[in-house]
């Protein structure tokens, strides 16, 4: 069965410093691997995904994941943190079959101090 | 063009009673999936339906119930409230079915079981 562990349930960083939130998986096959960010009262929203093609993905906001199967990890990163980071951040997994249910991780809060 | 859109946006139900929560998705979406989110348990898959069809189903009683419209329009109900039943309610829209899609969520139900 697939699942998705994220390191760290609360994550602190000051404004202009590295974001590294951290994500590992667990799939009996290459799994497709997103990253999605939720501000307060509103839904989830797509930050990148990696379907198999470049190992390093880039998406929106200047965040990066980098795809690792050797550590099957995934943890996304962005060089310097604006206080518009803050959010909460969820790893999730989807298997390559015929079906779109994602598996979540526990989310990481991320705090930006200025 | 419009989000995703999730009625009502809040809800106050007793112990016992039905609910029927509606999403209406991107226009020329065809697939609509449901998810559940609890500060506990974190987002849970419900269900996903394309073209009318229910083609997964997360782990959870059959309390939980959904259909989808040939308009593509969603809707969720849950008979027999209990507390636990409590939580952010979150549809999303992709363009079509299967792992990899990009799915677009709505802001959610927040549902309260007293």
């Known amino acids: 069965a697939q699942s998705v562990t994220q390191l760290g349930s609360h994550v602190s960083v000051s404004e202009g410093a590295l974001v590294l939130l951290r994500c590992n998986y667990s799939?009996?096959?290459?799994?497709?691997l997103f990253w999605y960010v939720q501000y307060p009262n509103q839904g989830l929203q797509l930050l990148l995904k990696?379907?198999?093609?470049?190992?390093l993905v880039k998406g929106i906001n200047g965040f990066e994941a980098e795809f690792k199967k050797s550590e099957t990890s995934f943890h996304l990163t962005k060089p310097s943190a604006h206080m518009s980071d803050a959010a909460e951040y969820f790893c999730?997994?989807?298997?390559?079959?015929?079906?779109?249910?994602?598996?979540f991780g526990q989310g990481t809060t991320l705090q930006v101090k200025p | 063009k419009a989000g995703v859109t999730q009625t009502p946006r809040y809800l106050i139900k007793t112990r016992g009673q039905q609910v029927t929560l509606s999403c209406s998705p991107i226009?020329?979406?065809?697939?609509v999936s449901w998810y559940q989110q609890t500060p506990g348990q974190g987002l849970q898959f419900l269900f996903e339906?394309?073209?009318?069809?229910?083609?997964n189903k997360g782990n959870f009683p059959g309390r939980f119930s959904g259909r989808q419209f040939s308009n593509s329009r969603s809707e969720m109900n849950v008979s027999t409230l209990e507390l636990g039943d409590s939580a952010l309610y979150l549809c999303?829209?992709?363009?079509?079915?299967?792992?990899?899609?990009?799915?677009?969520f709505g802001s959610g139900t927040q549902l309260s079981v007293l």
């Open positions: 999303a829209s992709s363009l079509a079915a299967g792992g990899g899609e990009k799915l677009f």
């Open positions: 799939s009996s096959v290459p799994p497709y």
């Open positions: 990696y379907t198999s093609a470049a190992t």
């Open positions: 999730a997994v989807s298997d390559r079959g015929n079906t779109g249910k994602l598996i």
């Open positions: 226009s020329g979406h065809r697939s």
């Open positions: 339906y394309f073209s009318e069809t229910q083609r």
